[in-house]
């Protein structure tokens, strides 16, 4: 036998892709376990309705899908008939643009068609309320149960095991590992067992206490009888898929029938641990022994037929024949649940996962199994261990799962907050911001001031440029002058929403100094302590896993700023077992204030105990000690490139220090100023964001920040694979200006070079002090140099943009060094 002894739970579309794959990849001492009778085991995926739409608005879904096509196509699974979404008023058909736009930054072919050519490639559609569509070719219907059934074939071929009618009753722990799937039939020993039993999920984990925040949700379908428009049709479909959004409708042909999908109900949220398993009988007169299939709720979806009347007029020739309610899986942030357990090493899990990028899953699980990370997909948005605690809580999952099954088709805004449960987790400063005005956003729970209503009084006697109507929601001329006010002025950032972990112990610098590409264990002990260094976290394939600070605050001891929960993960995993170093999550118990701006130190340094002369606490320093009556930690960088300092100090005296600072700063203008400037002033400055201008698929030398890769200073994890990208670098990561301010973007637009899509967009904001646009993008890297003209793709226009010399502000440091 080859490989670990694997058990996958469940043998849907997902467990059946995963065996596959990893059998292909070598390993064969894989067991395969369902309750049901296969290929149709009675989950998620002996109902689906089997349309693929591949285009979204996150990169990795798009390419799952993707690789989900063109493997299905193999199997002889898949039918292309191509992909119409239809507008019927112009919001949608912006909307159409849009997504257009991602499919071209994703590299799938499609285009925006006019009525005509929709009615043309859909003769059933009524021209009078079709004003446009957007057509994928590559889309099409996937036949879910014959692909289970295909991908089974080939991986029991390959020496897997596959068990049907074996119900799960237990997963067997020993010390901090899975060791066992307790089955009715027996044991099966396992040193990795997958998880991708779909709507059955959250019960399964929490056969080791993991709580998987997942909810099924009853989804209804429905058959019409036939169609005379069809009659005669012989094939299975010919015509594209649909898509009515407006209406949230999703339509299939079935030779003359059609199938009709629908959001618009009310959610329906059930609970994993009260649904059937196969052998219990349905016990609602249905006679359907398919445990994922509810009875049907006519009145739920007497909208959803009127809808397809208007949209299809020859349905009226027919009448609705049957239809059910079937469940399937949704989630708080609608991404896949990916990855191995935190607390339970060997048990890992797919979940969350439909059909469409069904096969994109199984190829990333194996590689990430077989390699220990994913080479052919990014999955820093899929991994299930990016939640913070809060949004484990069962309350905010079905809040968060039953409201996106109610947004599914809707158009959202990139900068749009959840409006419910609201609020969750507040700063210290919030009194006072609300005090000030604040507009508040939400990221990870947080409450984050976007601007402040008492800034008001800064437009006077400026000319802040409006952006166009879409950029323009979520915006005020206010964010424009706290940032032109910040570079003249000191301003008051809160920067406590930024995760910050404790990495201590004796063995912390050399544990440091092997998972980063600074060098942190320097040999002069007493200079180390007291630097802050920026550096990355990097995969084993020398992709960027984080950009991080780290700051020494004694021999043992160093303060480490993150990008989030996966980066705590992450230290966690890799801990050596001789308990010489541990790690502290310190986020919840501190606050942060970002005080900045050319009269920073004439606020601050008369308030505390430190030298904050450039002869004292130097750029990129820090130091303990006070600023009033409050202890704070104090590290010189900024991330709006003005002078200043972060200020840390304990929760209970985080308004204190605040208080402290504005009653002290009033005699100079002090303002408090939102996220909205701080992203203006970090894009002049050119600072990258993590996760937005780079992730796991880009390496530190195309991200534009070899700099913060110490080669010299020994091995570290991620170096010899680094060595060989440094030499293949064959994109950049390039800053580009807009001239016009109505013309700025944000982010993931496809960016052209005459017709042909080179690259997409990454992060983007209007630069206030500088009086252009500003749009950081990936483009090749003969397309990377100062003034060379591109276009991004904005909607349905084609935006002009230069490629220009970074930093647009202070490239010679002078501002910020003071």
Known sequence: MTGPRVVIIGAGVVGAAVAEELSARGWDAITVVDQGPLPAAGGSSSHAPGLVFQANSAKVMTRLARYTVEKFGRLGCFLPVGGLEVATGPARLAELHRRHGWLDSWGVAGRVVPPEECVRLHPLLDPDVVVGGLHVPTDGLADAVGAVAAQLDLA????????????????????????????????????????????????????????????????????????????????????????????????????????????????MPVDAGDIRHWDEGSGDGTGSRMPSVLPFTADDFAPAWAHARDLLPATAATELEDGFNGLFSFTTDNLPLLGECAGVRGFWVAEAVWVTHSAGVGRAVAEWLTDGYCSTFDLHECDVNRFEAHQLAPDYVLARDCQNYVEVYDILHPLQPMEAPRPLRTTPFYPRQRELGGYFLEAAGWERPHWYGANERLLAGRDIPAPNDWAARYWSPIVGAEAQATREGVALYDMTPLKRV???????????????TGDIDKPDVDKSVGSVTYCLLLDRDGGIRSDITVARLGPGLFQVGVNGNLDLDWFTRHLPGDGSVTVRDLTAGTCCVGVWGP?????????????????????????????????????????VGELGWELYTTADLGLKLWDTLWEAGAPLGVIAAGRGAFTSLRLEKGYRSFGADMTYEHDPYEAGLGFAVKLDKGDFL??????????????????????????????????????????????????????????????????????????????????????ATEPLVDPKMLRLRA
Request: glycine fraction near 10%.
């Open 156 to 267: 029991r071929s390959r020496g897997v095991r596959v068990l049907d009618r074996h119900r799960v009753f237990d997963v067997r722990t020993t010390g901090d590992r899975v060791s066992a799937v307790v089955t009715d039939h027996g044991d099966l020993p396992a040193d990795i067992v997958v998880c991708a039993a779909g709507i059955w999920g959250p019960a399964v984990a929490r056969m080791v206490g993991m709580n998987l925040p997942l909810t099924p949700l009853a989804h209804q379908f429905a058959w019409t009888g036939p169609v005379p428009a069809l009659a005669g049709q012989g094939a299975e479909a010919v015509h594209p898929i649909l898509r009515h959004q407006d209406a949230d409708l999703y339509l299939r042909e079935r030779r003359d029938r059609l199938g009709i999908g629908y959001y618009g109900h009310r959610p």
């Open 502 to 516: 404790e990495v201590a112990g004796p063995g912390a610098a050399g544990f440091l100094q092997r998972l980063t």
């Open 599 to 639: 009269r920073a130190r004439e606020l601050v340094a008369p308030l505390s105990d430190l030298d904050l002369s450039n002869d004292g606490l130097r750029y990129f320093r820090c130091a303990r000690g006070y600023v009033g009556t409050v202890p704070v930690t104090a590290l010189r960088l900024s991330y």
């Open 718 to 803: 991620g170096r010899d694979a680094l060595l060989r990208r440094r030499e293949a670098v064959t994109r950049k990561l390039s800053c580009l200006t807009i001239a016009d301010p109505a013309d700025v973007v944000l982010g993931k637009e496809p960016v052209y070079h005459g017709d042909e899509c080179v690259g997409y967009v990454t992060s983007a904001a209007y630069g206030y002090t500088i009086g252009a646009g500003i749009a950081y993008a990936w483009l090749p890297s003969e397309l990377s140099e100062p003034g060379t003209t591109v276009h991004i793709g904005y909607f349905d226009r084609r935006v002009p943009a230069t490629v």
